[in-house]
């Protein structure tokens, strides 16, 4: 039986466990990517190891998140990034240089490499044939120390494409086909390998932005083959050397098959507040719209910026939307400004951004009250966009261009403004990696920065025999990490841990962290009651650290999603599965919950038992860890874990 690509390089980087789908699997490795939302904890912790330099091949320090907030905390965190990425032999990225996924792509990306990043849309490089996986900052920091990192071995559902993607119908609509079919719910350790004639018509960037997208459906990953096309996006970067043809063998055998014929696709939208949320863009044809927003890791390469180019040249952006552009990286906007796509937006009314994730992450370009806002990014939350009552619906960059102009919700397919937009595969990208810092081979007589807003990685204590405490918060379902850990203007004091916790859940139960805080302080402990897919949405890590904190000890859902789940066992709160909805529906918030010989349940068994004794009954959770993962709950987290195991 032959082996997909996925199978080819799991087993390249094998380093322990096993390659059958569902058991623990250990890898190797190549490459570690942070972002500086969630880089200054990873940081943080990677010093807290005590080793001198990275051990990984390639490390990168990108800042994109927080590049224009107020206030002296961003700079304190940036000056702090660029140190330390100095002293431990990590690349540094200038704000300004990009989004992290882009530039990753543009500039480092390998066909064959592992990359670990601490960032949900890591999969991006699937785009390039790497297998790369978003994971907490804990994680890529071990990684950057050689360490392996851990999954549960994946099955692998085959993604075949057939036929070419007509005019006006982009990456975009592929991947909201594949979100309509998957949903977002129900693919944890599963990677999508994309296979069939129809991948040869699409470029590294459009491969980018499906791979991007599928970290929606809550996959460890997806990934391209490497053939001409990745060749060719290589040596237009100046770095054929790094190619390497990658593709599964003709008897490759998947876990389960999904076909998708390119050339019968349409426009499509994920609808609010779900990116799984699937409709047709001829179906809300007419519906007014108050903004558009082009760019984020999605959808802000050159290819997806010529195009919008090519609708908005000679039109004029509709009296009732504000129309902003994002490129993705420096090189992008270089290009765009050359070539003379970027006149072309200016001209048409566009607001040109800096090449940052920005809106995407509701930094800035909040929508009005009740405003209906297109995007291209991938997320649509309710509230990510800095209006809870924002309806933001996601859309490729050609829909989002066309209703820019006509004011309304179009199908691009259905307008009469542009004839015809045309494909630019660059040959000769322009490249310049002078906003890149590489570091020093001695970094003796370099100092860390750090200024009041950076603090020290919060510890956990070894878990106690006998957990006491009460249900602190009871949460329905799809809880995602934004509502556990607010970002936009609450993100600036991600160093600093027992001031950001002030805010756990703060849109959610504003007292949550006094109450919790409070009853820390007297050793009862606190633990999260929820529905299903628990954690679900970025890879944000504080959604662990602060709760840890705060002094909760375990978390009792129905789901836990893949990232959020690690991060919890990282942080020693214990990651508890809920066996049926009775047993979901019969605890209440405040409840007293009381877990006995807790030491034996989780160092041994799949199944912990739990007490509720405010209605006096007893009930059985299931433990879904790895024995690595009962390890680190035992020691009070990963971090305490792997000192003990570098002395
Ligand atoms: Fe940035 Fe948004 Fe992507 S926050 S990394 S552009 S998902």
Do not use: W
């Not at 006509?406 to 397919?413: N, Y």
């Not at 081979?441 to 370099?446: E, F, N």
Request: glycine share 8%; aromatic share 6%.
């Amino acid at each position: 039986m032959g082996y997909s690509i996925t199978r080819k390089i799991l087993k390249e980087h094998f380093m322990g466990g096993s390659l059958k789908a569902g058991e623990s699997l250990d890898l190797r490795i190549d490459q570690t990517l942070t972002q500086d939302a969630t880089g200054t904890m990873a940081y943080l912790q990677f010093e807290a190891l005590g080793l001198d330099k990275v051990r990984n091949e390639l490390a990168v320090s990108y800042v994109d998140h927080n590049t224009i907030q107020v206030g002296f905390e961003n700079a304190d965190d940036h000056n702090y990034l660029k140190s330390v990425a100095a002293k431990k032999g990590v690349v540094f990225s200038r704000p300004g240089n990009g989004i992290c996924h882009q530039v990753h792509l543009e500039r480092f990306g390998v066909p064959g490499k592992t990359l670990l990043g601490s960032d949900s849309h890591t999969p991006t490089g699937g785009g390039i044939g790497m297998l790369a996986i978003g994971a907490g900052g804990l994680d890529v920091a071990l990684a950057m120390a050689g360490v392996p990192f851990t999954i549960i071995a994946p099955k692998v559902i085959e993604i075949r494409l057939h036929g070419k993607l007509r005019p006006f119908v982009s990456a975009k609509d592929v991947i909201l086909k594949v979100l309509e079919r998957f949903t977002t719910k129900g693919n944890v350790n599963t990677i999508f390998e994309y296979t069939g004639e129809g991948v040869k018509t699409l470029s590294v960037p459009e491969r980018a932005t499906i791979c991007n997208m599928g970290a929606e459906c809550g996959v460890t990953t997806s990934l391209f083959p490497s053939d001409e096309v990745t060749y060719s996006f290589l040596k237009a970067q100046h770095r054929e050397e790094c190619f390497r043809e990658l593709s599964c063998d003709s008897d490759a055998e998947f876990d389960g098959l999904f076909e998708i014929d390119l050339s019968t696709l349409e426009p499509l939208t994920a609808c609010p507040h779900s990116p799984g949320n699937i409709k047709k863009v001829a179906e809300l044809a007419g519906k007014k719209i108050d903004q558009v927003l082009i760019g984020s890791c999605t959808n802000s390469s050159y290819q997806d910026l010529v195009k919008v180019g090519q609708i908005l040249d000679g039109n004029h952006v509709a009296e009732n939307v504000s129309l902003g552009i994002a490129p993705g990286s420096r090189e992008v906007l270089e290009m765009i400004s050359s070539d003379g796509t970027l006149s072309k937006m200016v001209k048409a009314g566009a607001r040109i951004l800096e090449s940052a994730c920005g809106f995407c992450i509701g930094n800035h370009f909040s929508p009005c009250t009740d405003g209906v806002s297109l995007r291209t990014n991938n997320r649509n939350f309710e509230g990510r966009s800095g209006t809870k009552s924002g309806q933001v619906y996601l859309v490729s960059p050609e829909t989002a261009a066309i209703s820019a102009i006509t004011g309304v919700f179009t199908s691009p397919l259905e307008q009469n403004i542009v004839s015809s937009v045309e494909n630019v595969n660059a040959e000769n990208f322009y490249t310049d990696d002078s906003m890149l810092i590489f570091p020093p081979t001695d970094s003796s007589d370099v100092t860390i920065v750090r200024g009041p807003n950076i603090g020290q990685p919060p510890h956990n204590v070894p878990l106690n025999d006998k957990i006491s405490g009460k249900v602190a918060i009871k949460v329905g379902d799809k809880i995602t990490t934004d509502h556990i850990m607010p970002a936009g203007a609450r993100l600036k004091y991600r160093s600093n841990i027992p001031l950001y916790s002030t805010f756990v859940f703060e849109g959610v139960d504003k007292d949550f962290s006094a109450r919790c805080a409070a009853r820390r302080d007297s050793n009862i402990a606190n633990l999260i009651v929820a529905g299903y897919s628990y954690g679900q949405g970025s890879s944000r890590e504080h959604a662990a650290l602060c709760p840890m904190y705060l002094g909760v000890k375990a978390v009792l859902a129905l789901s836990i999603e893949r990232i959020h789940q690690a991060n919890l066992c990282n942080a020693g709160i214990i990651p508890l599965t809920l066996m049926s909805e009775d047993d979901y529906n019969k605890i209440n918030s405040d409840d007293d919950i009381v877990i006995e010989n807790a030491i034996e349940q989780i160092k041994s068994s799949d199944l912990v038992s739990v007490t509720n004794k405010t209605q006096g009954y007893t009930f059985t959770c299931k433990l879904d860890v790895t024995q690595t993962q009962r390890d680190m709950l035992l020691k009070g987290g990963r971090l305490n874990q792997i000192k003990e195991s570098l002395k």
